[in-house]
């Protein structure tokens, strides 16, 4: 074992040893990011054979485009399965975070892929097969994976319906976001990203994948929030429109799931009614001081404790196991707010996390990659110790409240989850997901 990282890995291993190996690679490759190594001379020629990253709401990236000498952007993975090596990991799937300069390096040798860190082999590696649908494009003429990316292995369409957010600066938007500042960079990049999807585009796209795809089994519909109006819609009249028609031209074929703000129970109902299943009214960090810094649009607009609220009377509306908040882990510990130490953090979130889960709503998070054209700009992750005891505490306390794994993630448990931009599913046991499409 030759590098100081390896020898830092093997120490968490045993630290963390009721964890499965693979987190542990997995949770630090999505703090550090992954370079391309070799893999850039056979891009050419494997180009159409794998599911390139689609860029599918924020950058998730620890580079700008503009500092990827080698186009990296245009030929990355959107994921990546770790599997076998010497440690003979089950599969584990890995979004990909673009890092020319992180120690993981996604390598290929005569055999295939394979992942190495810091020069030594840790893994073999698989690139997501790309879905049938890949390279269509809709009557328009707009490639289909500018509409309808998946994630997930397949198993989720993202639809990202206002690829920008009316929070707006340093005094309102989320300081760990850059949806409005990656927008602009994928334009300046002259790739095309529409601000706002038509309900015909999405039905369009709708329409090929029902067509042709078996692996897609849910749909999340998001996007920035709506302060004033969109289109001279409010936040929910604005996404409902494309709720309602995606459930009455395809009734209850996938999980509908929708990402919008912590909105009043009215509004909820009409998103119940048109068949949306699942909502995330993301809180992205419990602690009260650092929800007022680092989500100022949020406090100012809707604040705190409405927000909190909310969320308990949207489990009356969609039962508490299908009300699931996005936390994003590790901004507890960004700088210059957050916590100095893992313990306060990781103690602040464990007591939001046994809160919401003794409603019976079980939280799940994304984990933080520090986007340097974020307001708080390119910074140190959270440490990995921080990552790996939030996920103890996680299984912890859904076992505590008898809570099984969340509805719409796919299968949990290590070598069946599919979920890749955080490893909560991976820590939990295997088991019958709850809500099956009906497809
Ligand atoms: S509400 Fe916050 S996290 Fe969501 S898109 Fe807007 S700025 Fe980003």
Redesign the pocket.
């Known amino acids: 074992m030759s590098s100081d990282r390896l020898r830092y890995l093997e120490q968490c291993r045993q630290q963390f040893d009721d964890l499965p190996p693979e987190v542990i690679v997995k949770e630090d490759m999505l703090r550090l990011g992954v370079s391309l190594g070799n893999t850039w001379e056979s891009a050419s020629n494997e180009a159409d054979n794998y599911q390139k990253k689609s860029y599918f709401?924020?950058s998730f990236d620890r580079t700008p485009i503009r500092e990827m000498a080698e186009s990296e952007n245009l030929r990355a993975p959107e994921e990546i399965a770790l599997i076998g090596g010497p440690q003979n990991f089950r599969r584990t799937i890995v979004s990909v975070r673009l890092n020319p300069t992180s120690p993981y390096q996604l390598n290929k040798d005569e055999s295939g892929y394979l992942i190495k860190l810091d020069g030594e082999v840790l893994c073999r590696a698989k690139l997501p097969p790309k879905p049938s649908y890949y390279g269509r494009s809709l009557a328009g003429g707009k490639p289909i994976t500018e509409i309808a990316p998946c994630i997930e292995w397949g198993y989720l369409i993202y639809l990202t319906v206002f690829r920008r957010?009316?929070?707006i600066g340093g005094d309102?938007?989320?300081r760990?976001?850059?949806?409005?500042a990656n927008f602009d960079q994928q334009r300046d990049a002259g790739l095309p990203y529409t601000t706002v999807k038509s309900v015909d585009e999405i039905l369009d796209a709708l329409e090929i994948i029902a067509a042709s795809d078996h692996r897609s089994q849910a749909y999340t519909l998001t996007?920035?929030?709506v302060t004033s109006t969109l289109r001279g819609k409010t936040e929910a009249d604005f996404y409902l429109e494309y709720a309602e028609a995606i459930e009455k031209r395809f009734p209850h074929k996938w999980i509908g799931k929708i990402?919008v703000?912590a909105l009043p129970t009215e509004d909820l109902i009409k998103f119940r009614d048109a068949g949306i299943r699942i909502y995330h009214p993301?809180y992205?960090v419990w602690d009260k001081r650092l929800f007022e810094l680092l989500?100022p649009?949020?406090n100012q607009y809707i604040g705190r404790q409405l927000w909190i609220d909310r969320i308990l009377d949207a489990a009356k509306v969609f039962g508490p196991s299908c009300v699931i908040p996005n936390f994003?882990a590790g901004i507890e510990m960004s700088r210059p707010y957050g916590f100095e130490t893992v313990e306060e953090a990781i103690r602040s979130t464990a007591e939001g996390l046994d809160f919401f889960m003794s409603h019976g709503i079980t939280p799940r998070f994304t984990t933080w990659c520090p986007e340097p054209l974020s307001n708080l700009g390119s910074q140190e992750p959270a440490p990995l110790e921080y990552h790996l005891s939030l996920l103890q505490i996680y299984r912890d306390t859904m076992q505590r409240h008898r809570l099984s794994s969340p509805p719409g993630y796919g299968p949990p448990g290590i070598g069946n989850a599919i979920f890749s931009v955080s490893s909560f599913m991976d820590v939990l046991p295997p088991a019958t997901e709850s809500l099956v499409h009906s497809a």
């Open positions: 709401i924020f957010c009316q929070y309102q938007e989320c760990f976001c850059d949806i409005n996007g920035g929030s990402v703000q993301n992205e989500c649009g949020k994003v």
